[in-house]
């Protein structure tokens, strides 16, 4: 046996792991779903086949519209805030800061959370007398309040400008030992006027949150059980592709910011210009990774599920799910091969346009 057939034979003993796993959970898996998707499988009968007859039931089925419907706006509005979120975060991050390293660690926390746990949180924060009920009649009740301290020390701070500058004194709008002296006044002056009721504050009861039973849709498109999940998601994201982005900075010569700087680049112009245009390897990998997560989103529309209105929460991923999981009910698991092999072909699509039209892997467009 030569050098080459052993090294060969070395590589294949070590993929041969993940060459099964990769067979009974992929190929295998797939092959019967594609199987069943022909059939009226309910977990019990005999597979009898009936042809296209699932597909042709799914467009007529309001909830896989409904699921359809709110995958592709779900997918659409996560991508965009993830990307825009994970890069703006990045950037921050990449400065040269103290704490630095508290700072990473503190932002990527709430990516390696379970989504479950963070489910969780996030349905007690949308309770209708949640957290976020009382903060909102909280910041209702002592608006007058903030808006006086805020205009009191705004002013303040201007008479100090104004005077330190009189005197021909070196003086800055934001100089640190100026605004402190400007939110002390302003909090002692609030306080008297609050105290002989100029400034009032209010004691109203906090109203109760519909976010997760409303069946409205904010701006008309987006349902709010939905929203809320939005939110959810975007929050435990973006720190794992805040991290993708940190990598691509690092990789981006710290010389190439002062050549630019030296031509008189201002920071929006350097980010335009030179930090966007050589991170798109990296964007394309970013937003590529995004579509197929939220493309296939299940576990926090499965949390919510009782929580808030299917119709407001389902998802194609969940619609797979709900229709073999029925509660009861006779399981079809025909109609939910057929939409699982929507959802990966859409997923497959989807990923293949966006590679085509806005970023290569090799970071120039085609």
Same mark, same amino acid.
């Given at each position: ?114 989504? *479950? ?5 996030? @349905?007690?924060? &949308?309770?209708? !007398?949640?957290? #976020? +009920?009382?903060? %909102? ?39 640190? *030992? ?5 939110? @002390?006044?302003? &909090?002692?002056? !609030?306080?008297? #006027? +609050?105290?002989? %009721? ?169």
């Amino acid at each position: 046996m030569n050098t080459k057939t052993r090294e060969n034979l070395t590589a294949f003993w070590f993929l041969l792991p993940f060459l099964v796993a990769l067979a009974v959970f992929f190929a295998f898996a797939f092959a019967r779903t594609v199987g069943f998707s022909f059939t009226n499988y309910n977990l019990f009968n005999k597979n009898d086949f009936v042809g296209l007859d699932n597909f042709v039931k799914l467009p007529q089925d309001p909830l896989f519209i409904n699921a359809l419907t709110n995958t592709f706006v779900f997918s659409f509005v996560v991508t965009i805030m993830q990307t825009i979120g994970a890069l703006l975060l990045a950037v921050v991050l990449n400065q040269k800061l103290a704490g630095l390293g508290f700072f990473r660690t503190a932002y990527y926390f709430p990516s390696i959370a379970s989504s *479950a746990v963070t489910t969780l949180i996030f @349905i007690w924060l &949308f309770r209708p !007398t949640g957290l #976020l +009920a009382y903060l %909102g009649a909280t910041l209702g009740n002592y608006a007058g309040f903030i808006l006086a301290f805020l205009g009191i020390a705004i002013l303040v701070q201007v008479a100090q400008v104004l005077f330190e500058r009189s005197r021909n004194l070196p003086a800055t709008w934001y100089d640190p *030992a100026l605004l402190l002296v400007s939110l @002390i006044a302003a &909090f002692i002056l !609030t306080n008297v #006027l +609050a105290g002989v %009721g100029i400034v009032q504050i209010g004691n109203a009861e906090a109203e109760p949150l519909v976010w997760l039973s409303s069946r409205d849709k904010w701006l008309g498109f987006i349902p709010y059980p939905l929203l809320a999940i939005i939110v959810m998601n975007t929050f435990t994201t973006i720190p794992t592709l805040m991290l993708t982005f940190l990598a691509g900075l690092q990789g981006i010569s710290h010389s190439v910011y002062e050549a630019a700087s030296i031509d008189g680049a201002n920071p929006i112009q350097q980010m335009l210009y030179i930090t966007i245009p050589m991170l798109r390897p990296v964007t394309f990998y970013v937003v590529t990774v995004s579509l197929i997560g939220t493309l296939q989103m299940f576990d926090q529309a499965a949390m919510l599920d009782g929580t808030a209105p299917l119709e407001g929460t389902i998802t194609l991923a969940y619609y797979v799910y709900n229709n073999v999981f029925r509660g009861g009910a006779e399981a079809q698991v025909g109609l939910a091969s057929a939409a699982a092999l929507i959802l990966a072909a859409l997923t497959l699509l989807v990923v293949q346009i966006q590679r085509k039209f806005f970023v290569s892997d090799e970071g120039a467009g085609r």
